[in-house]
């Protein structure tokens, strides 16, 4: 991968970043979360909630020599609904879209602010995020929820 292999592109389809989102959880989040934790991500990234906060969060696509991989937004100083396809992971993609959302926060705010899901936590721990709570949340068939916020500050 090269620097000028990557580049954010604005979207404007909430259909084009539910697709990848949706097709992301359902190829690599069974595999670390039960089933309603599984439902709950998908309703909560649905098409419909992509659409709702479309004018209050910086959403982009992520382009690689022309084809759409990813997709990451920005709230305020959080990052939000960070998700590479998994044909794409591994491969430093993620890493790099984090690079280019941590810069843009940085730009006005002195940390960074994450929900970590347990697939990305191990990447966040590396680029020097630190745990602040524990959460839990209860979803369908009393499945739980697991997940870290973190945060990273700037330097």
Do not use: W
Request: hydrophobic letters at 35%; a negative charge.
């Amino acid at each position: 991968m090269f620097e000028s292999d990557i580049e954010l592109k604005l979207a404007h389809c909430p259909e084009q970043v539910a697709a990848i989102v949706k097709e992301t959880i359902q190829k690599v989040y069974p595999h670390y979360y039960p089933s309603g934790a599984v439902q709950f991500f998908l309703d909560l990234h649905s098409e419909a909630r992509i659409e709702e906060v479309m004018y209050s969060e910086e959403i982009y696509l992520v382009v690689v020599r022309g084809n759409v991989i990813g997709s990451g937004s920005i709230r305020k100083n959080e990052i939000c609904r960070l998700f590479i396809l998994p044909e794409y992971q591994g491969k430093g993609y993620g890493s790099r879209l984090m690079d280019l959302l941590e810069a843009r926060i940085f730009e006005n705010y002195p940390k960074v602010h994450i929900d970590a899901s347990f697939p990305a936590e191990s990447m966040y721990l590396r680029r020097g995020y630190q745990i602040i709570s524990y959460e839990k949340i209860e979803t369908e068939n009393g499945d739980f929820l697991c997940y870290h916020t973190m945060e990273k500050r700037e330097g």
